[in-house]
T-cell receptor, first 116, second 115 residues
Framework: EPEVTQTPSHQVTQMGQEVILRCVPISNHLYFYWYRQILGQKVEFLVSFYNNEISEKSEIFDDQFSVERPDGSNFTLKIRSTKLEDSAMYFC??????????????FGPGTRLTVL | AQSVTQLGSHVSVSEGALVLLRCNYSSSVPPYLFWYVQYPNQGLQLLLKYTTGATLVKGINGFEAEFKKSETSFHLTKPSAHMSDAAEYFCAVIRSDAAGNKLTFGGGTRVLVKP
């Protein structure tokens, strides 16, 4: 069964450094998402991406964050200058894009980001 | 804005007993509702979803949920718990008119199954 993959599984970085989290969505999917879960808190939406542009973003997704689909298979989340409070599990998801809000979003296993 | 409340961050059930996980939502427009399960060190996996039509929805692994608009609820049940049901369960809501397909999650309920 096709699945969303994410690399790395765990990333440790120093505060102020740039990180890029990588995701390979399911191949025929058209919508891509990033969510995050700070330890002990709810899973939070960051951004959705469709047709090579951002569809929606949350208030968390400020100028420090960016997303890109650099080629036909990868979807990346970049954090330009990491802060301690960026430490979280980051989940990538994708959906077919055929039924809009009713689409099932398929989640990857997550990347645990630790900012020291 | 929409929101989700899951009553009980931890639930302990005996193997073979009923599993009942509560979810209440608020949404200014008709919602679509989802239950996801997360096993240790894995991503979120869809159990079931309600979009339109029949309000009793059956999902994988013997789970089902009923959408009750009057109660703004979408509780998840399974008649007989199995050890493999130990996991964290998340209820989520999305606006049916959402342009960006933003899912809003509840806080999650961790299920412990006792032998």
């Amino acid at each position: 069964e096709p699945e969303v993959t994410q690399t790395p599984s765990h990333q440790v970085t120093q505060m102020g450094q740039e990180v890029i989290l990588r995701c390979v969505p399911i191949s025929n999917h058209l919508y891509f998402y990033w969510y995050r879960q700070i330890l002990g808190q709810k899973v939070e939406f960051l951004v959705s991406f469709y047709n090579n542009e951002i569809s929606e973003k949350s208030e968390i997704f400020d100028d420090q964050f960016s997303v890109e689909r650099p080629d036909g298979s990868n979807f990346t989340l970049k954090i330009r200058s990491t802060k301690l409070e960026d430490s979280a599990m980051y989940f990538c998801a994708s959906s077919e894009g055929m039924t809009g809000a009713a689409d099932t979003q398929y989640f990857g296993p997550g990347t645990r980001l630790t900012v020291l | 804005a929409q929101s989700v409340t899951q009553l009980g961050s931890h639930v302990s059930v005996s193997e073979g007993a009923l599993v009942l996980l509560r979810c209440n939502y608020s949404s200014s427009v008709p919602p679509y509702l989802f239950w996801y399960v997360q096993y240790p060190n894995q991503g979120l996996q869809l159990l079931l979803k309600y979009t339109t039509g029949a309000t009793l929805v059956k999902g994988i692994n013997g789970f089902e949920a009923e959408f009750k608009k009057s109660e703004t609820s979408f509780h998840l049940t399974k008649p007989s718990a199995h050890m493999s049901d130990a996991a964290e369960y998340f209820c989520a809501v999305i606006r049916s008119d959402a342009a960006g397909n933003k899912l809003t999650f509840g806080g999650g309920t961790r299920v412990l199954v006792k032998p």
